[in-house]
């Protein structure tokens, strides 16, 4: 079986949630505690062992190749100061992997943007990560796909259950049957009502697939607003019984959400600052409950 060596990551997208301050800094480097979501992505997937990321960017995104590079007049200047020790652990990060860019022109959705890394995968097994989802684990969850791919030889994509009351906001898996953590999926209904959703085992922003599915998606005729749609592509590989949602173990934050955002940078920052957020949130609270 061919080792899996290569993530694709889009990050070609506007941030609109996040407005105004995406209009001129990218979401993917938007900081939870001191780290931007797509560094703290980017070590999950080398601790998994990925030696080559490609990043699916757009044109006026070019901060985030910045923020990769090490010959940055702000990386000279930190030099000069004797200061580039507070760089380490990205300088680190970046000895470990491979990181090279190719740019999505016109966005034609999540199944286009894949597409335009095909020459970069080349006949490979891949895995894609959305860098919104940050997943807290023991095992990295990126690790723990292609352990479940080695395991079953099909595409293998994170699912966890999501309450019915929420079910409306995710893609849901609909499983033909299941083996332990291993679920295997008939299809894929995007964003279903609670009373229509065929399980309650959502989409999670971690796929790991076969160089097979560039062939699928080229096929893939545009779908809701005129957009090539990932979920198409997924239908495809379950119809013929290749694709496998596992049930990872971890704890994942939806930082393309802002409320996501502020739960994931409470969580980190709690670990990174302890006591000092702690005593922080006793404090808003108690001034909230006095002012009821």
């Known amino acids: ?167 409306h906001l995710y893609g849901v898996y609909d499983i033909a049957k299941s083996e332990g953590a291993y679920h295997y999926a008939s299809g894929v209904v995007e964003k279903p009502k609670a009373e229509d959703a065929p399980s309650d085992f959502s989409v999670v922003g971690r796929y790991l697939f076969p160089s097979e599915l560039f062939k699928i998606l080229e096929k893939t005729p545009p779908g809701k607003n005129n957009e090539i749609q990932l979920a198409d592509g997924m239908n495809t590989l379950a119809k013929e019984g290749k694709m496998v949602a596992f049930e990872y173990e971890g704890r994942q934050f939806d930082t393309g959400d802002p409320l996501g955002f502020l739960k994931a940078n409470i969580y980190y920052g709690h670990r990174e600052f302890k006591n000092g957020v702690s005593n922080f949130i006793e404090e808003v609270i108690e001034r909230n409950l006095l002012m009821m």
């Open 1 to 167: 079986m061919t080792k899996v060596r290569k993530a694709v990551i889009p990050v070609a997208g506007m941030g609109t949630r996040f407005l105004p301050v995406t209009k001129s800094v990218p979401k993917e480097l938007l900081p939870i505690g001191t780290k931007p979501t797509l560094q703290i992505v980017v070590e999950e997937a080398v601790s998994s062992g990925v030696e080559e990321i490609i990043l699916v960017s757009s044109p006026d995104k070019k901060q985030i190749e910045e923020f990769f590079s090490k010959k940055t007049s702000y990386d000279r200047k930190l030099a000069e100061a004797g200061k580039e020790a507070m760089l380490s652990g990205l300088y680190s990060l970046l000895s470990k992997v491979n990181i090279t860019t190719t740019m999505q022109i016109n966005p034609k959705g999540l199944g286009h943007a894949i597409l335009c890394a095909k020459e970069a995968v080349g006949d490979e097994p891949f895995i894609v990560i959305l860098p919104d989802v940050i997943i807290e684990s023991k095992v990295p969850c990126c690790k723990q796909l292609i352990d479940a791919y080695v395991k079953t030889g099909c595409a293998v994509n994170a699912t966890e259950h999501t309450p019915r009351n929420q079910i």
